[in-house]
Structure formats: C-alpha cells, structure tokens
C-alpha cells in the first residue's frame, strides 16, 4: 500500500461542505453554487491580464473550447479538497467565484481565495459582503476551525476588505518571487464577532 493509499484510510472524517447544496444571501451578495451559464465569464475573467497579476499568477493558456470542456467535467466531481461557488449582485448577475480550498482534514483548515470579476462592482463592498458569505457557509456547514488566506503585499484594497470580512493576523510571507500578507480568522472569534450578522441561508433546490 503506497502512501497516498495510507493517507486516505486513516483520513479523519469531518464535514466540508453541507448536506446539500445552499445558496447564503448577504446584504450585497448571493454565494451560489457553480452552474454551467457561468463558464462564459469565468473564461473572460480567467484569461484578464489584471485580474491575474492580483491572483499572482498568469492567464489562462486554454481555448474557450478547452475551458468550457474542463469546467463542465469540474461540475459533476465533488472534490474532498476545496469548494467552488459564483458570486452573484442580488439581480442574479454573475459578478465574480469564491472557494476554500486545500483543506486540511487533520488540523481543519483550509484556504481561501475569491475574484470580483466584474470591475464595475470594485471598491463597493461586494467583495467584503461575498467574503462574510463564505465564512458564514464554513463555519456553520462544515467542520473547519481556521480559514487564512494569502493577499499580495500591494494589494492594500484587498486586505482592507479582508479585514472588514472578520480576517486578522496579516503577516508578511513570501512563495516564490512574490510577497503576500497571511490573513486568517477562526470559527469561535468570527463567530462571537460576526454574532448579529444577518444572513439568509437557502436550500438550492428550493430556488425557482
């Protein structure tokens, strides 16, 4: 038995998403799962200079063809791993994606990352909003204890944004050629901070 086999048989099970799939609606935002009419911007968004170099990575190298094929086959796994879900304005206007990601079954952690690709809604609160959304899904439908996240060391808007979302703690680090700030917040804290937040939390067969 290999170590991966190894690793899986003793994987503690804890949840990492919700029984089923919801829809949780703040004051700006509706965090929703990935659908197939999204795949036309997250194609847009994934392949913008800008919002790349923000990611700290490099656009996509795909066709649209590609692309398309790749996150239609994404739609129908469920991963043990990370979590997916769009952002929409509360017009049901696809407006950006959020997920967790690299989930720590042993020490409940995970990462977590989001993209407001539509530059109009920019320095709005739509991307504080979505981030409050997200932490509400994990901390109350799954057994995660610590969310963090890294931010470029520049991107002084996004930590501001961040901060406002319940994330604290900014450190310095740095991955390669890049430095960013760790941010990270845990399930008692945001909780006990966030206890008045109102937040609407649907069950995603039940929207019309």
């Given at each position: 038995?290999?170590?991966?086999?190894?690793?899986?048989?003793?994987?503690?099970?804890?949840?990492?998403?919700?029984?089923?799939?919801?829809?949780?609606?703040?004051?700006?935002?509706?965090?929703?799962?990935?659908?197939?009419?999204?795949?036309?911007?997250?194609?847009?968004?994934?392949?913008?200079?800008?919002?790349?170099?923000?990611?700290?990575?490099?656009?996509?190298?795909?066709?649209?063809?590609?692309?398309?094929?790749?996150s239609i086959n994404d739609?129908?796994?469920?991963?043990?791993?990370?979590?997916?879900?769009?952002?929409?304005?509360?017009?049901?206007?696809?407006?950006?994606?959020?997920?967790?990601?690299?989930?720590?079954?042993?020490?409940?952690?995970?990462?977590?990352?989001?993209?407001?690709?539509?530059?109009?809604?920019?320095?709005?609160?739509?991307?504080?909003?979505?981030?409050?959304?997200?932490?509400?899904?994990?901390?109350?439908?799954?057994?995660?204890?610590?969310?963090?996240?890294?931010?470029?060391?520049?991107?002084?808007?996004?930590?501001?944004?961040?901060?406002?979302?319940?994330?604290?703690?900014?450190?310095?680090?740095?991955?390669?050629?890049?430095?960013?700030?760790?941010?990270?917040?845990?399930?008692?804290?945001?909780?006990?901070?966030?206890?008045?937040?109102?937040?609407?939390?649907?069950?995603?067969?039940?929207?019309?």
């Amino acid at each position: 038995m290999n170590s991966r086999s190894w690793k899986k048989l003793f994987m503690p099970k804890i949840n990492t998403k919700a029984a089923k799939p919801i829809t949780i609606t703040g004051e700006k935002t509706v965090l929703r799962p990935k659908q197939k009419k999204d795949i036309q911007n997250d194609f847009k968004w994934r392949t913008d200079i800008e919002l790349s170099e923000l990611d700290a990575t490099l656009p996509i190298n795909l066709s649209y063809e590609q692309f398309e094929r790749i996150s239609i086959n994404d739609l129908h796994k469920s991963s043990p791993w990370s979590e997916k879900f769009s952002i929409d304005n509360l017009n049901e206007e696809h407006i950006g994606n959020c997920m967790f990601y690299d989930i720590n079954r042993w020490e409940k952690s995970c990462e977590f990352g989001i993209m407001i690709g539509n530059k109009t809604f920019w320095n709005s609160g739509y991307g504080t909003d979505a981030a409050k959304n997200l932490l509400f899904y994990i901390f109350n439908y799954t057994d995660i204890n610590e969310v963090y996240l890294h931010t470029l060391l520049k991107n002084n808007r996004a930590q501001k944004s961040f901060s406002k979302a319940g994330f604290e703690n900014p450190k310095e680090v740095k991955k390669g050629k890049y430095e960013f700030i760790r941010m990270s917040t845990l399930k008692e804290e945001w909780i006990n901070k966030f206890n008045d937040i109102e937040l609407k939390a649907t069950l995603e067969e039940e929207q019309d």
